[in-house]
Each structure stands twice: as C-alpha cells, then as structure tokens.
C-alpha cells in the first residue's frame, strides 16, 4: 500500500503548462518531500496526486490501480492542508471522527479509533476541547489526527508548517518525522524550506517551474546535485 506512479502526466491551466510531462516513483512507505521555489508547481503537484484537480493529460496509478479517474474520497489518500481546517465548533474528538462519521462506522468503533489515534499524537488530554482552545502546534496535531483515523494508503501534507513560530516549526518537524516511523506509511510532503527537506526525506524531489531537476536522497542531492539549479538550492556550498 502506498505505491504511487505518475506517468507522463501534464496540467495546464487555460494556455499555461504549469507541469510538463512529469514522470516520478514514490514507493510504499517512503517519506517524499517535493521542494522548489514559490510558484514552482508543488501545490499543483499534490492537488493532481489528491484527485482535487484532474490532469491534463498522463495518468496516476495508485498501488497498480489507474486512479486518474478517481474521486478524492475513493484515493484512499488523506490531504493534510495548511490551514486546519477544523470545525470550531466541534470538541478535538468530534473533529478527529469527521471522516469516520460521515462513513457511518458505530461510535464504539470511531472512538476507538480516535482514542488510539490521540495517543499516537498526544492529544489524549484534549480530546474534549474545542480547537480554539488549543495552540497552533495542537491544532496542527487534530488535523494529522483526521487523517489518520481514515487509516489512508499515502499521506499528503502542503506545507503543514508555514503557520507555525520557527521553534514549533521545528517540534512539528520532528514529530512528523516520529509519526511516520510510528506509521510506516508512505508520505509526501511540500515544502519551500531546504532545511525541512533535508532533514525529513528519504527521497527529495527537486522542482523547478514544474519540472523535476533531481531525485535523489539528501545526501545524494547534497554531495552530487546535478546541475546549478539544485546545487544552489539544496547542494554543498563550493
Ligand atoms: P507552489 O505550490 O510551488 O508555490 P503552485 O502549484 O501553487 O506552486 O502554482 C504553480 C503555478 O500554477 C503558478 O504559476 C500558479 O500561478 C499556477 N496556478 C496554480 N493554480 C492555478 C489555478 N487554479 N489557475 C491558474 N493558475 C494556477
Ligand atoms: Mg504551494
């Protein structure tokens, strides 16, 4: 689970090709992390791999089945936004079972699951706050914690960090980083921050103007970045 192969796949907005044909392997488990300037495609990246936005042209195979025709819902991956997205007015533990309550599971069986995805998180103690009563750092956390109780195949996180202090940003790091050794699950992550990328990945996907410049593990990317472009971006200084 967790296997997904973009082939040739293309999007244009109107006359503007923002992805080229882009061909990429994420393999199960992998924690990917795609970085590149301000503009460069990464968002469009993710949305395409979501089902939030049809490809132009190319297809999207998910664990060897053709999912570029697939709704959102049915991906079985969970997006993880930048904004919370939470509802106010609901506690932590209603937030969490969203999903699982819309699916019409037993509520025995969505607090189960909430329970065991709290303690994954550290939520345990806040289960019966509403989300304005917590820090940026725990919302972050309940939004994390919807998308796991949907037990996804992949999960997509879109810069999950951009709102946090700096010295959150760096315990979130890590705990997302804690989180997928937990899980084992494949993630795919989008990020502008050189730093967050070399310290999360297993494998680094290098855009520019939506075109992959390298893929490679940090190290790799570090020590032999292929051209000028990685190199100034994420490569040893000279
Ligand atoms: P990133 O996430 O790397 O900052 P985006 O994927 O958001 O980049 O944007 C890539 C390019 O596609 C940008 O030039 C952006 O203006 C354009 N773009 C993104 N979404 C749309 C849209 N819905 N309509 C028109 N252009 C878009
Ligand atoms: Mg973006």
Same mark, same amino acid.
């Given at each position: 689970m967790g296997n997904i192969t973009l082939k040739q796949i293309t999007k244009s907005f109107g006359d503007v090709?923002?992805?080229p044909p882009l061909d990429l392997e994420i393999?199960?488990?992998?924690f990917v992390v795609f970085v590149g300037p301000s503009g460069c495609g990464k968002s469009t990246?993710?949305?395409l791999i979501a089902g939030l936005e049809d490809v132009t042209s190319g297809s999207i195979e998910i664990d060897g089945r053709n999912a570029t025709e697939t709704s959102p819902a049915k991906r079985g991956l969970a997006m993880v936004f930048q904004s919370y997205a939470l509802y106010p007015h609901m506690s932590v533990r209603k937030n969490i079972a969203f999903p699982l309550r819309m699916a019409g599971m037993s509520k025995e069986e969505q607090n189960a699951k909430v329970e065991a995805a709290a303690s994954?998180?550290?939520l345990t103690d806040y289960l019966e706050r509403r989300p304005g009563q917590l820090s940026g750092g725990q919302r972050q956390r309940v939004a994390i914690g919807r998308a796991i109780v949907r037990? %996804?195949?992949a999960f997509l996180f879109d810069e999950p960090l951009s709102n946090l202090d700096a010295a959150l940003r760096v315990g979130m790091r890590m705990e997302i980083s804690e989180l997928h050794k937990k899980?084992?699950?494949t993630m795919i992550y989008v990020t502008h921050d050189q730093v967050e990328a070399m310290t999360m990945a297993d494998k680094i996907v290098v855009l520019q103007a939506g075109n992959i410049e390298q893929v490679g593990g940090p190290l790799e990317l570090y020590h032999r970045p292929r051209n000028t472009f990685v190199a100034g971006f994420i490569?040893? %200084?000279k």
């Amino acid at each position: 689970m967790g296997n997904i192969t973009l082939k040739q796949i293309t999007k244009s907005f109107g006359d503007v090709q923002v992805i080229p044909p882009l061909d990429l392997e994420i393999n199960e488990g992998e924690f990917v992390v795609f970085v590149g300037p301000s503009g460069c495609g990464k968002s469009t990246l993710m949305r395409l791999i979501a089902g939030l936005e049809d490809v132009t042209s190319g297809s999207i195979e998910i664990d060897g089945r053709n999912a570029t025709e697939t709704s959102p819902a049915k991906r079985g991956l969970a997006m993880v936004f930048q904004s919370y997205a939470l509802y106010p007015h609901m506690s932590v533990r209603k937030n969490i079972a969203f999903p699982l309550r819309m699916a019409g599971m037993s509520k025995e069986e969505q607090n189960a699951k909430v329970e065991a995805a709290a303690s994954v998180l550290n939520l345990t103690d806040y289960l019966e706050r509403r989300p304005g009563q917590l820090s940026g750092g725990q919302r972050q956390r309940v939004a994390i914690g919807r998308a796991i109780v949907r037990e %996804p195949a992949a999960f997509l996180f879109d810069e999950p960090l951009s709102n946090l202090d700096a010295a959150l940003r760096v315990g979130m790091r890590m705990e997302i980083s804690e989180l997928h050794k937990k899980l084992a699950t494949t993630m795919i992550y989008v990020t502008h921050d050189q730093v967050e990328a070399m310290t999360m990945a297993d494998k680094i996907v290098v855009l520019q103007a939506g075109n992959i410049e390298q893929v490679g593990g940090p190290l790799e990317l570090y020590h032999r970045p292929r051209n000028t472009f990685v190199a100034g971006f994420i490569g040893s %200084p000279k």
